[in-house]
């Protein structure tokens, strides 16, 4: 694990995006990573996104930390992790 990258427990369900979105800080920045429900349950299963997240959480964190690490940012600054 990068020790550079610190994952927040600040996680929730945006509806409109249809995504989970939480934050990491690196080099004292906050950064938003986000994960799609439809991308969650391909990679995991189904269920309550949330509850869903939180089991797989350091899968997720370590494939948002290679998102990261890769500078995959979008135009709005989120790191969307995908299959």
Known sequence: MNQAI???EDEYLDQE???I???A???GNKLACGLSIVTLSQLFEEGEPLTIFNRY???IEEMAEK???AQ???AQG???LSK
């Open 6 to 8: 610190h994952f927040l």
């Open 17 to 19: 995006r249809q995504a």
């Open 21 to 23: 979105i939480f934050s």
């Open 25 to 27: 800080l690196s080099q």
């Open 57 to 59: 959480r350091w899968d």
């Open 67 to 69: 998102v990261i690490n």
């Open 72 to 74: 995959q940012d979008d």
């Open 78 to 80: 989120y790191y969307w």
